[in-house]
């Protein structure tokens, strides 16, 4: 069944909010074996949500909404359902003990004179809010269904996955719902047409006869994604993984699956029992965050230093003044250090440490902005590397942190 | 002039990326006078491409897509792009000058048998990229016109910015160019419904009379936000100020301005010459990588101890093993000590600690998932509190880390 997100807020279209739902609800409908057809952004605008709704009832079976529902003049979807679906608003004693039900859940009370979050459409369904106050939609005309969710992400999030596909799965046939899935090759260290052009002329039809094929430059690397229906996985993942290991391709895969760099680095340290820890500089804290951003983290990250002023550096990190004084702090010779030196202070089996440029100042003509010394310390090793980048400052703190992080899964495959 | 976003990938779709462009578009379009109207991401599929052009014409003036430029069987933009518009794709001395150039830039050589950037369909634009290799394009038939650029989000910025904007500039006179801008109102503490509810009813029609208002649920806060031209800028916020600091919303407002709360300590940090420095357990980094994300930050910060392990709190931020042993990790008095530890090991003015539990495991009876105690010391204070707050594991990350950035703001404008 195709479903399309209709996304519905001023302020995602003026740039003053980023919309985090869509990519959320991308990931998760083919899971339940529905299929994302479009998403489309408009404005809180009577017309423009009237058109959008039956231009994508055109195209898909199933719409879901986003945003519009809370308690301000600038929340219309609901007046605007009722009136594009031609019925008047309604409320009842079930939809006034809704609505004190998902205050109750907070503790508190509500009267009428808060809003008219008990109203609804004729023939809709008002629906249970597990996160939030305002309680979402739905309305079945036969074929096509419309839900309504509030916009914010954790309300948005769990009416689709408790109260949507539930309701979903009651109304249309079980042969509707087809699980959907995908497995990727994740390179790097060569670019996109360097692999269908010169290494691999023919991987893309190849893969083409056993998988949809996509080919997805990500930060520092090329993923090649295969979409199929969950039923065929492991005789697909089996046969593109042979595709592969037959290929010249098979040198720069670091992954054949589905994991972010930080969850595959937790997962083979935990399987090794290997703990690590990070000195960080010009990447500030993001390497630690994203490493902690993975449940089970815990287990295998001991901490960091994040040492922006050169006292930090001397300090804990124990970077020899001279070092500084002859090198300067974006060096070889000072990353070498500050690996060593998180090492010790953190008492962990391999880090990583960070000291560049991220810009916009700072840069010289022999160390230019997206300049980053990458150094790191084992039980038998202490080195360091000079690497450089193009970006802005967040996409160069992007860059640095992910070059350390794989080097920091090479030292832990080779430990 | 209204402009529409046709985001064109499988992958958007399918969950395998987020779109990063919209977002971008959303925030750029408005400072050059022009409008964002609507975001579509569709598939790489023929009909749904065509019947959104037209769509969208119907709407707007100018449409820019993104993706699709690329050189692999899925790339599917240009040739679509001709066959709606009935050119035939051509290619010539000019076009094949530009893609040798594109090469160049990065020391690299192109020949035909690499790909087929130079091909173009006949009346449009090959346009230039200076963060890539891949051309983009511009189609103008009278009052509409359709520029397409690479979905890579630092390739797309640069031709929107350095291609896009000026070539329809000459195309469209200046009076089509109206630069509007927006005003926050940023407060905490207090809920929607009560701020337009009980506290200020009249607020927003108030505001509506001198611009456009939203409300917008930020982390831990509403901002209300104002758009308006921007002649009108200094008459609409000093007016907007006064509204506001005749109402009862005036002691939850924390800024007048833009600027997101990072920016805000960093600058009010500088201006104060207070340095800051954090111990993050539980946020793992989080809040030293957003104030590391903001350009000028070295000036302020002097770095941070992630204290992941228990371990680290007491080697480096010399946390007591009786504290931790009587009250836990996450607790009032270790918060208290870990920023005391912090501040003396950094050497800073003013540290802010996090122990906490961001969950999915971890959380007990008396300490439930969402608990974590926020530390500070300053010179002359060294206190701490504990606080509640719900969400996943990277929601909670983010609660955890603004709670605390609160209370370093808050310190910094009593210092």
Redesign the interface.
């Known amino acids: 069944m195709n479903c399309a997100l209709l996304i519905i807020g001023?302020?995602?279209?003026?740039?003053?909010?980023?919309?985090l739902n869509?990519?959320?609800?991308?990931?998760?409908?083919?899971t339940v074996g529905l299929k994302?057809?479009?998403?489309?952004?408009?404005?809180d605008n009577e017309n423009?949500i009237k058109s959008s709704i039956t231009?994508l009832f055109n195209?898909v079976d199933i719409i879901i909404t986003s945003g519009g529902l809370?308690?301000?003049?600038?929340d219309i979807t609901k007046n605007i359902l009722a009136a594009h679906f031609q019925k008047e608003l309604i409320f009842d004693d079930s939809s006034i003990e809704l609505i004190k039900k998902l205050y109750a859940k907070f503790d508190k009370e509500w009267t009428p004179?808060?809003?008219a979050y008990h109203y609804y459409p004729r023939d809709f369904e008002l629906l249970d809010n597990l996160?939030g106050?305002a309680p979402g939609l739905l309305y079945n005309s036969g074929e096509k269904t419309i839900l309504s969710a509030p916009g914010?992400p954790?309300e948005f999030k769990s009416m689709v996955e408790n109260t949507f596909v539930p309701r979903l799965k009651e109304i249309y046939s079980s042969d509707h719902f087809k699980v959907t899935t995908?497995f990727?090759i994740r390179t790097k260290g060569v670019p996109?047409?360097v692999i269908?052009?010169e290494l691999c002329p023919t991987l893309?039809d190849d893969l083409s006869k056993i998988a949809?094929?996509?080919?997805?430059?990500?930060l520092l690397g090329i993923?090649i994604?295969l979409?199929f229906n969950l039923e065929n996985e492991e005789e697909t993942i089996s046969k593109a993984k042979s595709i592969i290991e037959a290929s010249a391709l098979k040198d720069y895969v670091w992954q054949y699956g589905n994991l972010e760099l930080e969850e595959l680095i937790v997962k083979e340290a935990t399987d090794k029992k290997i703990t690590i820890g990070?000195a960080?500089s010009?990447?500030?804290?993001?390497?630690?965050?994203k490493?902690?951003?993975i449940?089970?983290?815990?287990s295998v990250?001991?901490?960091?230093?994040?040492?922006?002023?050169n006292?930090?550096k001397t300090?804990?990190l124990k970077v020899k003044s001279s070092t500084l004084e002859n090198f300067g702090a974006v060096s070889e010779e000072c990353a070498k250090e500050m690996a060593f030196g998180a090492r010790e202070?953190?008492?962990c089996d391999i880090a990583i440490s960070y000291t560049g440029i991220?810009?916009?100042?700072?840069g010289t003509p022999t160390k230019p902005v997206g300049t980053v010394g990458i150094g790191w310390a084992t039980k038998n090793e202490n080195s360091s590397t000079m690497v450089y980048h193009?970006?802005?400052?967040?996409?160069l703190?992007e860059r640095f942190s992910r070059s350390g992080l794989f080097k920091l899964l090479e030292l832990i495959r080779g430990h």
């Not at 994302?36 to 404005?43: A, E, T």
């Not at 809370?70 to 600038?74: A, F, L, Q």
């Not at 193009?390 to 996409?395: A, E, F, M, V």
Request: proline fraction near 4%; aromatic fraction near 10%.
């Open positions: 001023d302020e995602l279209l003026a740039g003053r909010t980023r919309d869509g990519h959320w609800l991308a990931t998760y409908l083919p994302l057809k479009q998403i489309k952004i408009i404005n423009e231009e195209n809370g308690p301000t003049k600038d004179s808060k809003n996160n106050y914010v954790r995908l990727s996109e047409e269908f052009g893309w949809k094929v996509s080919s997805l430059p990500h993923d994604v979409y990070f960080e010009c990447t500030g804290g993001l390497t630690s965050s490493i902690t951003n449940s089970g983290s815990s990250f001991y901490g960091s230093i994040v040492s922006y002023a006292s930090v300090n804990i202070a953190l008492e991220a810009g916009p100042g700072g193009k970006g802005d400052r967040i996409g703190k």
